[in-house]
């Protein structure tokens, strides 16, 4: 059994003493109306009360049920918050993407990302990461986009296990038994994409990354062998979304 209170004593502790060494006062979260910037939200509100506010920033792809859950959420937890449309940036360049949802999705992140680091400047605030363990590990999300951040609280956090987290935290109904889904386009969701369950998967990931067991241990205890070669091939593939850029190293003599 988890101990939450101690976890969330530990990100309360962690997002102050980062913030503090920014020689800022302020943060700003990225509300989706999901699970990740939910939990964000709650612990950022207890570590620093009205010196945060959060950010919806839907478009002509977000669902209602979204937006109306972000601002249930804030008005539980007396959030500030305010809403910037996107729609008009995503239609701007939209004709160019020939109707890929790949690409609109990655660039409607990046959109997003850029509209949280503008307002962090007007401001004054670090942008507070929402990616979990398991959407890092998978690279389930987009470089410069959704993964952006100052600092992330959460990112040692599978994504089945948050859900326990969030219910501790008190989160609203509406969001826990909800589908997760980066609400990228209609209808889209993370598990119908990847294949498989959060639980699924990161029940592998904690064998394959924790515990640093073999394919064959872990398909001997009963999982899917084709589910443990996708997880390690997206884990190899996605890797450099964690990583600074590469620099040259010049000789100069």
């Known amino acids: 059994m988890i101990n939450w209170k101690n976890i969330e004593q530990q990100l309360i502790n962690f997002l102050k003493e980062q913030l503090a060494l920014t020689k800022l006062e302020n943060v700003t979260v990225g509300l989706s109306g999901g699970l990740d910037s939910a939990v964000v939200a709650i612990?950022?509100?207890?570590?620093?009360?009205?010196?945060?506010?959060?950010?919806?920033m839907p478009s002509q792809f977000s669902s209602q049920s979204s937006i109306d859950d972000a601002k249930k959420l804030c008005e539980k937890f007396d959030i500030k918050y305010e809403i910037v449309n996107i729609s008009p940036m995503i239609d701007a360049y939209i004709n160019n993407m020939n109707n890929d949802k790949l690409r609109i999705g990655n660039y409607s992140a990046r959109v997003r990302m850029s509209v949280l680091y503008d307002i962090s400047s007007r401001d004054d605030s670090i942008v507070v990461g929402t990616s979990n363990k398991s959407e890092l590990l998978l690279g389930y999300g987009t470089i410069f986009g959704d993964i952006a951040c100052?600092?992330?609280?959460?990112?040692?956090?599978?994504?089945?296990?948050?859900?326990?987290?969030?219910?501790?935290?008190?989160?609203?109904?509406?969001?826990?038994?909800?589908?997760?889904?980066?609400?990228?386009?209609?209808?889209?969701?993370?598990?119908?994409?990847?294949?498989?369950?959060?639980?699924?998967?990161?029940?592998?990931?904690?064998?394959?990354?924790?515990?640093?067991?073999?394919?064959?241990?872990?398909?001997?205890?009963?999982?899917?062998?084709?589910?443990?070669?996708?997880?390690?091939?997206?884990?190899?593939?996605?890797?450099?979304?964690?990583?600074?850029?590469?620099?040259?190293?010049?000789?100069w003599s």
């Open 150 to 251: 100052a600092i992330n609280p959460i990112g040692q956090i599978y994504k089945s296990d948050e859900f326990e987290f969030a219910k501790y935290l008190g989160v609203i109904e509406e969001i826990i038994s909800k589908k997760p889904s980066a609400d990228l386009w209609e209808g889209q969701t993370d598990e119908g994409e990847l294949g498989y369950t959060y639980k699924q998967m990161d029940d592998v990931l904690k064998l394959l990354v924790d515990e640093n067991k073999s394919k064959e241990e872990i398909v001997v205890l009963g999982h899917d062998g084709n589910l443990v070669d996708m997880l390690k091939y997206r884990i190899k593939a996605n890797e450099f979304k964690g990583k600074l850029p590469v620099i040259a190293n010049i000789k």
């Open 43 to 56: 612990l950022c509100k207890k570590a620093f009360g009205d010196n945060m506010s959060c950010v919806l």
